[in-house]
């Protein structure tokens, strides 16, 4: 039997994700821990405040709910590679937030700045 978690209980785990995000760096590959997010793997980052970079949360889709982040135009390219993944960090307390990958993998070149599309961080409810 499937259990359904209720709007409430998935909005307050989003919320302090939301919080305490406070970074969203480019990645050469798939992060797992808090160094490998911002130094390992990092190409570049945006600096965007602590609980100004998501929205939400709302409606998820097809089920349970979601935050969405902003739109990055101006993220600081510090390294030269491919960039395949993001993570969404937490750098005042040094922790891995959330990651997951582009939607297209892009060459970058250190010096330049990167764009990224809004997205959105969904956690089903069944």
């Not at 970079?53 to 982040?69: F, I, Q």
């Not at 005042?92 to 993998?105: D, E, H, I, P, V």
């Not at 700045?113 to 809004?118: D, S």
Request: proline share 3%.
């Amino acid at each position: 039997m499937a259990s359904v978690l209720q709007d409430r209980v998935l909005d307050n785990g989003l919320a302090t994700f939301k919080a305490e995000a406070t970074h969203i760096y480019i990645c050469s590959q798939d992060p797992t821990t808090f160094t490998e997010a911002t130094s390992t793997y990092a190409l570049g980052n945006k600096n965007f405040g602590a609980g100004a970079a998501l929205s939400g949360p709302s409606a998820g889709s097809p089920n349970g709910r979601k935050v969405t982040s902003m739109a990055i135009t101006d993220g600081s390219v510090t390294g030269t590679g491919t960039a395949a993944k993001w993570a969404i960090t937490d750098n005042t307390n040094s922790r891995l937030c959330a990651n997951g990958a582009l939607a297209s993998s892009q060459a970058v070149t250190a010096g330049n700045t990167f764009t990224l599309g809004a997205f959105d961080i969904r956690i089903p409810n069944q």
